[in-house]
């Protein structure tokens, strides 16, 4: 054994090496918590399912682990690659504090079958990262894109919009490039603000928003009529918030969770003539809603 170790240049030891299977001291124990919680959120990363098995849970997982056992079982997220190559700092939204810089944008949901497809405004502030106004509807014009921008102002600045310095980000979409739309933010006192043509890291906030809400709730069912629909974005993605905010680790704060009851009579209180912007009076620097008492604020 010696000539053989010296003829190869190796020690004696390693010919009597005999490989031993290794064993593995990771611990499994929050294994069957980690697959349940991407079943449930096929759309989150290891961080994100993270957050969701402590604030569900109460379970706190290293991500480590939650990594660990994503990739072994193949639930890790595919990362879409672009092949347009953009810069970090487009996205970039300076907010100094809320109702400072809004965005709004339309996307379209599949309402099933019936209806077809149903087109969703919203309008989020870049601050906070909440839904302050959005609209569902059957149709895509001008009076869709007044609504949600109408329950925006009505909800989070019920004393007008007047000297807040708001600024409302949108693309160059007919519905807010339009002559009514404009005349409406001039009256409002709102500085609009368009995005680049082919530029949609200009509107990066309202569009994360709308791939996140495609991917963790309007793919994941099937709606067969726009009252489904509607009840659900509602009740699950807007009045009950409770995506993660960025940077990842800090919550938003979600709006109370309401009804279906709820959900219609506030719809109703937001198409009554109360609601619309004839009831501003733009002569006033602080316009307010002519109503007795503000509007209710869920």
């Not at 005999?18 to 990363?45: F, H, T, V």
């Not at 059957?138 to 007047?162: I, M, Q």
Request: proline share 4%.
């Amino acid at each position: 054994m010696k000539l053989v170790a010296e003829t190869l240049a190796i020690s004696r030891s390693s010919l009597y090496y005999q490989a031993r299977p290794r064993g593995s001291r990771a611990d499994r124990s929050r294994d069957q918590e980690i697959i349940l919680a991407c079943g449930e959120k096929p759309a989150y990363g290891y961080r994100r399912v993270v957050w969701w098995l402590w604030r569900h849970h109460g379970l706190v997982v290293n991500g480590k682990r939650a990594l660990r056992v994503m990739r072994e079982r193949g639930l890790l997220v595919r990362q879409r690659r672009f092949r347009v190559s953009r810069r970090k700092d487009w996205g970039k939204v300076e907010a100094l504090h809320p109702n400072h810089v809004w965005q709004s944008d339309m996307t379209k949901v599949w309402a099933g079958p019936a209806v077809g497809w149903a087109y969703l405004v919203s309008v989020i502030d870049c601050c906070t990262r909440e839904i302050v106004g959005w609209d569902l509807s059957l149709r895509c014009r001008t009076e869709e894109a007044l609504a949600a921008l109408n329950r925006a102002v009505l909800e989070v600045l019920p004393f007008g919009s007047r000297g807040t310095g708001l600024t409302l980000t949108t693309d160059n979409g007919t519905q807010f490039t339009s002559a009514r739309y404009v005349e409406t933010l001039n009256r409002l006192g709102i500085t609009h603000r368009r995005t680049a043509y082919n530029h949609p890291e200009g509107n990066s906030y309202i569009e994360r928003f709308h791939r996140s809400l495609k991917e963790e709730e309007v793919w994941l069912n099937e709606y067969q009529n726009f009252d489904q629909a509607e009840q659900s974005i509602a009740t699950r993605s807007y009045y009950g918030w409770a995506r993660l905010s960025v940077p990842i680790g800090q919550a938003v704060v979600p709006f109370p969770t309401f009804d279906a009851a709820q959900i219609g009579a506030k719809k109703e209180e937001d198409a009554s003539p109360q609601g619309t912007f004839q009831n501003y009076d733009i002569r006033n620097v602080h316009a307010r809603p002519l109503l007795e008492d503000p509007p209710l604020v869920l």
